[in-house]
């Protein structure tokens, strides 16, 4: 490894750091043996954490930074004035192996800007998934970031070695699209998710490997003017109707080079978390994008608290809970208890009625689920959800307390 | 009260004899004083305790009791055996009362163990050294909570099999020679681990993949806590990265909107359109380089036959013979097809020959490559190929030999022999070329006619097979 290669890796990390949609889980487990290199667990391992508090668990990078696209969100597009770097199939290659092996990675997420046609690009990529499984028995994780502008038949040959394909959606609508990524296409986008998803379901029943942890995008946020709302639609749309495994939401973040088409002030960081917690209350929790909608104000999340929390404030009257009679479904939409905390709930309560001593063992979030719980010595006294000042009471001070 | 030694570390199956011993002798929890003294984790066996019968415990309680020894709480043991204890007196599904306080706390012990042993997969840092055998020997140093160190070998063997290393920490080391696994005593912090550029490499995409806009070091602690740092290279730059955030982002923040470069963007769209192949070369070329969407193959066969012909005749897929001579239709189906295009008076110079699958799917039997037909799924990746394809060949009419050929240019399941004759083909998945589609014209594979059993039947079939040549030919 030469100065030159880590000058152009320095290069191609940063701009590729904007990309969020970045997991190794949802292989099937897999070694590569005496000959080979690697295995997944299934489950996916973060190797380090930068001070920004982001998982490294992929060697992140770009095949290259040269772009023939013109996205005003992007660092790496056409007309920004960025250092410009390209690397070799072969040095991504020899890269990946040598971080492996030192343990520093579950393997590799390779995107890439556009250079000479979105078909060449994608076939580079391709080459160097097929040559760290061919070649060297990489059993490690292999996410691509698919090129949607090419040719079908190329997305096929990667999911072939890919454990992940992404497509990156970027923008949540298409007025959106077309004002800020002038050359992409929403239809072409959806299209290609359109058939990766074809393409899994029917590897699954055919029991082939085909991208076997499914597929995932991202969204940028606060780059345009979607509310919380649309951009939730988007996602349930995408989990619906292309079975997509993640949605990743990016809040956009200031960029060195920024165009003057973009908001100067990035939007809060919290707005991303919250988007991220709806997120999961729409995968897992059995919540609508429309209940969700309905805890904030005109179309946007409430900031200041989580967005179950929310929900329940202004449907109080489904409150308190009885939590050695309530059902799944419903203990699943008190804040505070999570899916874990409910199932524990479940379990336990077959033999005994719980009472809130046993709840703080239960659960870590008691003291913000205590005014919407009844337990068997525990009834809130005059109608705690009717108070006013319950939200107060819940939302922890926001500002740090003063040493002096 | 009875006062039962362990070894140091985790010493589960000196604590399966005890168990088995007092539960034989039923000895109340209460009753037992569990100590820890005995030299080195994997030093000499303790002394033999005298065994006692198994004792049958719900899977669960295995695996709980398998994790928690590991623990460096000196009280383990004896919360183990509370456990055990209750279970075997009538609470056989003590586990699932999460509530319970003994429950919790193991829980608690259990969580810790894995969390520690999570962070050893992840954290450990490998350095590479030289080796004797001009290879590279790989060396490890890291310090865990808990008696871990067995616990997490078989992770680093299933993922570091092909490779030579050692893993040295305070509680026990681990070497790995390719074949075998050896566990030795504790060891000291080696005094220098020398560093290749890799280290040097990874150093600068751990600060490079940082956004100082995001800076955020307690969600960084909560996940990898300060313990962790001094054997973990990378962090070195950690206090460097958060002291300059701000100021990298305020310089972001001031900066002026960068004036754009001027490129203009018919170059991107222009190379979009193009990238489609644009001769049957260069579509074979494609076609040559891609791998086999089918298990099976050593080879792609291509299509053969002029430019232009009159006629494409589409078969299923390369067979055994096909696939070892590259050229399609060279097999016994392939020379019953000649002979009956000569008995129906067609040039087969004349025609272009080509299949739906381009490669051969087989299973292996012993010496025998045992052909397999190919899925609908898989026709309809191939589809992409073959329409373009015959998008450069123009042919008037497209032959569609079997139900798998008439299916990858119909787009639907048909039943050859109730349809056989004219069809129009959609052609509407190619490259647009020939956005109407094509004439069609479907009959049987030659190689049902090789299947079928009776003589007379089969002399029967061949005629209709060479009249519907002949039909098709008289249709071009």
Redesign the interface.
């Known amino acids: ?2 100065d030159a ?2 000058e152009k ?3 191609l ?2 701009a ?3 990309d969020a949609s970045c997991a190794s889980s949802g292989a099937k487990p897999r ?9 997944t ?1 299934g489950a996916g ?12 668990s992929l ?3 770009l095949l290259t930074n040269h772009c ?3 996205c005003v969100y992007c660092i790496n597009r ?4 960025v250092r410009r770097a390209r690397f070799t199939v072969a040095e991504v290659v020899e ?1 990946t192996l ?2 492996y ?4 990675i579950e393997g590799l997420f390779l995107s890439s800007g ?1 250079i ?5 690009t994608m076939e580079q990529m391709m080459l160097v998934a ?1 040559t760290l499984r061919r070649d060297h ?1 990489f059993a490690g994780y292999i996410h691509l970031k698919t090129i949607p ?5 190329l997305i ?2 990667a999911g ?1 070695w890919a454990d992940r394909l992404s497509i990156n959606l970027e923008l949540p609508t298409d007025h959106s699209l077309k004002a800020f990524a ?2 992409k296409n929403g239809g072409t986008i959806k299209a290609v998710m359109g058939q990766v998803n074809e ?1 899994i379901v ?2 699954k ?2 029991r082939r490997r085909f991208s076997p942890a499914g597929q995932s995008t991202q969204l940028i946020v606060g780059a345009d003017d979607a509310t919380d709302r649309s951009v939730l639609e988007t996602s349930g749309t995408l989990y619906q109707r292309y079975g997509l495994r993640r949605v990743y939401y990016s809040a956009f ?8 088409v973009l908001p ?3 939007p809060p ?1 919290q707005r991303e978390n919250r988007l991220y917690q709806a997120d999961w209350l729409l995968r897992y929790y059995g919540f609508t994008v429309e209940e969700i909608a309905s805890g904030g104000e005109g179309g946007m999340l409430d900031l200041g608290i989580d967005p179950k929390l929310a929900w329940a404030l202004k449907n109080r009257e489904r409150f308190p809970v009885d939590v050695n009679r309530a059902d799944r479904e419903m203990l699943l939409r008190v804040p505070g208890l999570g899916a874990r905390a409910v199932d ?1 709930i479940l ?2 309560r ?3 009625r ?1 009472r809130m001593e ?2 703080g ?2 659960s870590s979030g008691l003291r913000r689920a205590r005014p919407f719980l009844i337990a068997a010595d525990y009834h809130p006294v005059g109608g705690l959800t009717d108070r006013l000042d319950l939200r107060q009471r819940l939302v922890t001070p926001s500002s740090q307390l003063s040493l002096f | 009260m009875h006062t039962i030694t362990l070894r140091e570390g985790a010493d589960l199956d000196g604590f399966r004899r005890a168990v088995r011993r007092l539960a034989a002798a039923r000895t109340a929890p209460e009753a037992v004083l569990w100590s820890v003294g005995a030299p080195s984790l994997f030093g000499d066996e303790a002394p033999a305790l005298e065994n006692g019968p198994p004792v049958f415990l719900p899977q669960a309680v295995g695996q709980l009791i398998e994790t928690v020894v590991c623990h460096g709480d000196p009280e383990r043991y004896a919360l183990l055996y509370r456990l055990v204890w209750r279970v075997l007196n009538g609470e056989r599904a003590l586990l699932d009362q999460h509530a319970d306080p003994l429950v919790h706390r193991l829980e608690r012990l259990d969580k810790a163990v894995r969390r520690d042993i999570h962070k050893m997969h992840a954290f450990l840092r490998f350095r590479a050294l030289p080796a004797l055998d001009g290879g590279e020997r790989y060396i490890a140093w890291f310090e865990p909570d808990h008696h871990i160190v067995e616990a997490v070998a078989p992770f680093f063997v299933e993922r570091f099999e092909s490779m030579v290393w050692t893993i040295l920490t305070p509680k026990g080391s681990l070497h790995w020679d390719r074949h075998r696994l050896m566990t030795g005593p504790p060891a000291e912090r080696p005094d220098s681990l020398t560093d290749d550029r890799f280290a040097e490499g990874w150093l600068r995409y751990y600060e490079s993949t940082f956004n100082p806009a995001r800076v955020n070091p307690t969600a960084m602690r909560a996940e990898m806590p300060r313990k962790y740092w001094a054997n973990m290279p990378e962090t070195a730059a950690i206090p460097a990265m958060v002291r300059s955030a701000p100021a990298r982002v305020q310089a972001m923040l001031e900066a002026e909107a960068a004036i754009p470069r001027r490129r203009m963007p018919e170059k991107a769209v222009a190379a979009m359109a193009k990238q489609a192949p644009d001769s049957l070369a260069e579509l074979n070329r494609l076609i040559q380089r891609s791998e086999p969407l089918v298990p099976g193959a050593t080879q792609a066969v291509l299509g053969e036959g002029p430019e232009g012909a009159a006629i494409a005749i589409v078969g299923e897929q390369p067979g055994d013979q096909e696939d070892r001579e590259g050229r399609p239709f060279v097999g016994p189906a392939g020379q019953l097809l000649t002979a009956a295009l000569e008995e129906a008076g067609v040039d087969r110079g004349g025609l272009y020959l080509t299949n739906a699958v381009k490669h051969f799917k087989f299973v292996q039997r012993g010496k025998r490559r045992i052909h397999q037909s190919p899925t609908s799924g898989e026709v309809k990746h191939y589809r992409w190929w073959l329409m373009t394809e015959l998008g450069f060949v123009r042919p008037r009419l497209v032959v569609a030999l079997g139900a798998t050929a008439a299916l990858a240019l119909s787009g639907r399941p048909v039943s050859v022999l109730r349809e056989r004759g004219p069809m129009a083909f959609d052609g509407r998945n190619g490259d647009g070329r020939n956005g109407d589609g094509w004439n069609g014209f479907v009959t049987v594979h030659p190689s049902y006619l090789l299947r079928l059993p009776g003589d007379e039947e089969r002399r029967r079939a061949q005629a209709e097979f060479v009249a519907d040549l002949r039909r098709a030919a008289a249709l071009a």
């Not at chain 1, 070694?31 to 295995?39: P, R, T």
């Not at chain 1, 502008?149 to 038949?153: F, G, I, N, Q, R």
């Open positions: 490894m030469d290669l880590i890796l320095g290069i990390a940063d590729a750091k904007y070694s590569g043996g005496k000959e080979g290199l690697g295995s667990t391992i973060c190797h380090a954490y930068t001070p920004d508090g982001r998982c490294v060697l992140k990078i023939l696209f013109d056409r007309s920004s004035n890269l040598g971080f092996k030192r343990n520093c556009i000479r046609s979105p078909d060449h097929r028995g502008e090419a040719s079908p038949w096929e040959q072939l002038p050359e393409r029917e590897a029943e055919e973040s200031p960029i060195p080079e920024a165009s003057s100067v002030k990035p960081l524990k379990s336990a077959r033999h005994t719980l046993d709840l063992r239960l």
